[in-house]
């Protein structure tokens, strides 16, 4: 069974903090991950995605991908309260490319 | 910015009927897909469409789901017979033909409540 695993946190950072988001996969042949925030009630909406080893960076947000240890991350500089939301971390798998889901951390920016 | 549109937004019906939950995807975008998520708990696939037929489905997806793109633009997911363990939110999310590390882009869901 292909798992993304993730800690449902919530993580607590203070505004103006440095919030990191984790996640590992299961599946070595996975290629490609996606981050996606989700707000209560809302659907995905997509951050960043990443397919190569290293860092990607996106304005406030820094994805990490490193496959030798199956490992994902996200970091948010600059935390603002409206980044409160649950973060879905996401790996392409299968013959369809869909996407298999961790369960999500939710986030919580507290001013 | 082109998106997904579903409708309707929120849809309640009684244990053992049939809904239909209707999505548009994004008008260049070839693959197609359904996922639902229970209140509190990850978004789970349910199945994924191309050119014109299932390429995958979980198990989640048994005899009383079916998919279907009638027309050139509506995508919808069928339930024939309700269960109340089906009330979930429902999304439709669709990705273009870019390759399969292109992401999927989210409809904004069709809550399902049975009762």
């Known amino acids: 069974q292909k798992e993304v695993e993730q800690n449902s946190g919530p993580l607590s950072v203070p505004e103006g903090a440095i919030a990191s988001l984790n996640c590992t996969y299961s599946?070595?042949?996975?290629?490609?991950f996606f981050w996606y925030r989700q707000y209560s009630g809302k659907s995905p909406e997509l951050i960043m995605s990443?397919?190569?080893?290293g860092d990607k960076e996106d304005g406030r947000f820094t994805a990490q991908l490193n496959k030798a240890s199956q490992y994902v991350s996200l970091l948010i500089r600059d935390s603002q309260p409206s980044d409160s939301a649950t973060y879905l971390c996401a790996e392409n798998t299968g013959t369809a490319s869909k996407l298999t889901f961790g369960t999500g951390t939710r986030l919580q920016v507290t001013l | 910015e082109p998106e997904v549109t579903q409708t309707p937004s929120h849809q309640v019906t009684q244990m053992g009927q049939e809904v239909i939950l209707r999505c548009v995807p994004i008008?260049?975008?070839?693959?197609f897909y359904w996922y639902r998520q229970i209140l509190g708990q990850k978004v789970e696939f349910l199945v994924s469409f191309y050119n014109n037929e299932i390429s995958e489905k979980s198990e989640i997806f048994d005899d009383q789901f079916s998919v279907e793109r009638p027309d050139g633009s509506n995508f919808t997911l069928k339930i024939r017979s309700t269960k109340l363990e089906d009330s979930a939110m429902y999304f439709c999310?669709?990705?273009?033909?870019?390759?399969?590390?292109?992401?999927?882009?989210f409809g904004n869901g069709t809550r399902l409540t049975v009762t």
């Open positions: 990443i397919y190569s080893n």
């Open positions: 599946d070595r042949g996975s290629q490609s």
């Open positions: 008008s260049n975008h070839l693959y």
């Open positions: 999310a669709s990705r273009d033909p870019g390759g399969s590390g292109s992401p999927l882009h």
